[in-house]
């Protein structure tokens, strides 16, 4: 019980804080949580912990709130340069993140995993993947379950697996994964950092408290400083790795392990998760052929280049977690017919430049929305643009443009926060939107 008896703020009402609050209040602590915001929704929630006896602030009396801390825990979704957070700065309160607090309480060892794309599906493979092999497991961090919500079953669990942003690490003092996993890195965040150089930092911070007796996996076309932990490596571009891919088989130091074809995961990034997931279990010492077996039933995760419907001979997919470019190209990439793409979003402060020449090969179209739509316009002047005021007009104009043998691709390149509260909503809407389309022979 390390804060018990302590004084303890909460920065952030949003999931993390909220299970940050509950887990410092039955550990003894006297809790506060300030959030800079105010709405129905917010006092709503605000009564509910104040029934357990957490104090609640919101609005400017959060952002002013005078009283001494021992202890304060910052939510991953608040930059620290924000009012509320300047305010417990100045008082030289220490400050941690929730994902540290629930490391402290874990009593199981953890593996951990990074990277710009990827993290959700590899966290969700990994866990799955480990249960059918009878590993006691679950998965939480910023997969949507909080670690502090998750870390209560840890004393049952043979290992606890963590998908981690580089907003959680940014925190950390002592978070010390026996098993860290390094994705890949591209673009993103660049409104939150201020270039790349400090997103690759906050990322980097995975390895920092690991010794020579814990793992690293990590992509082998990744530069990395030297690493303290054992390195198991992986690619689907590079023969020097410990895991490869040989046409449609995956390999480990030569040997054939799975092939591809019999899962449900498609496209080289998903090779790349699966390599990364067969790896963890190679670290926590399950036999490869059963880890093997065990991935073949796993299926993706919704709003990741998921298949909603044909239409008068098109295809409709899904890919609202694709938020940033990364993640964009990889879901052109995997699509084999002409593409109508309905993309934009928040300005994250990245340019959609990069990625014109595959744009200007493989999509017919585009149908822009949101604060990205004009830059983005401007960035693809050789594919035909059209600006849609919000989603339900993007739906009707990739409708009336798509033929049939083509593909309507959802895949936004950036996040979803100046029209939506996530990629979740984001993609539920454009499914829903969908679904109402009429066939055109209906409609006629």
Not at 41 to 62: F, P, S
């Amino acid at each position: 019980m390390i804060y018990s008896g302590k004084n303890a703020v909460v920065l952030g009402l949003g999931h993390s804080g909220e299970a940050a609050a509950l887990l410092l209040s039955e550990e003894g602590a006297a809790v506060t949580v300030c959030e800079s915001g105010d709405n129905p929704g917010l006092r709503e929630k605000a009564a509910g912990l104040e029934g357990r006896g957490i104090r609640v602030l919101l609005g400017a009396e959060a952002e002013g709130d005078p009283s001494p801390y021992d202890i304060a825990v910052l939510s991953p979704g608040i930059d620290p340069v924000v009012p509320l957070v300047r305010n417990v700065l100045a008082k030289r309160v220490p400050v941690i993140g929730e994902l540290e607090l629930a490391f402290e309480e874990c009593t199981c060892p953890t593996v951990a995993i990074t990277g710009t794309n990827g993290k959700t599906t590899t966290t969700e493979l990994t866990t799955e993947m480990l249960k059918t092999c009878g590993v006691r497991t679950m998965a939480s961090g910023n997969i949507g379950l909080p670690f502090a919500t998750a870390v209560r079953s840890s004393q049952e669990l043979d290992v606890m697996i963590l998908e981690v942003s580089s907003f959680q690490l940014e925190t950390i003092k002592t978070f010390h994964p026996q098993v860290s996993v390094w994705l890949n890195l591209s673009p993103n965040h660049l409104d939150r950092y201020p270039g790349m150089k400090e997103y690759r930092e906050a990322k980097l911070r995975i390895f920092e408290n690991q010794t020579a007796s814990d793992v690293a996996i990590v992509n082998a076309a990744s530069e990395l400083p030297p690493l303290a932990a054992r390195k198991i490596t992986f690619s689907a571009h590079r023969k020097e790795a410990d895991f490869t891919l040989e046409g449609s088989v995956i390999c480990f130091q030569g040997r054939k392990v799975l092939d591809q074809n019999e899962t449900r995961l498609q496209g080289i990034h998903n090779a790349e998760n699966l390599m990364a997931a067969l790896a963890i279990g190679c670290a926590l010492d399950v036999d490869l052929d059963h880890l093997a077996g065990a991935v073949t039933q796993y299926t993706a995760p919704v709003h990741r280049c998921e298949f909603v419907r044909l239409r008068d001979g098109v295809r409709w997919i899904n890919d609202s977690k694709a938020t940033n470019l990364d993640a964009m190209e990889m879901a052109i990439r995997s699509q084999g017919a002409p593409i109508i793409l309905i993309a934009g979003g928040k300005d994250k402060g990245f340019e959609f430049d990069a990625i014109e020449p595959l744009v200007r090969e493989r999509v017919r179209a585009a149908v822009l929305i949101g604060e990205m739509k004009d830059r983005i316009a401007g960035s693809w002047r050789n594919t035909p643009c059209h600006k849609a005021k919000d989603l339900q007009e993007a739906v009707r104009l990739a409708a009336d443009l798509a033929e049939s043998g083509n593909v309507v691709l959802f895949s936004p390149g950036t996040s979803s926060f100046d029209m939506f509260r996530n990629y979740g909503e984001r993609g539920n809407l454009f499914k829903s939107l969908t679904h109402k389309l009429p066939s055109k022979t209906q409609s006629t």
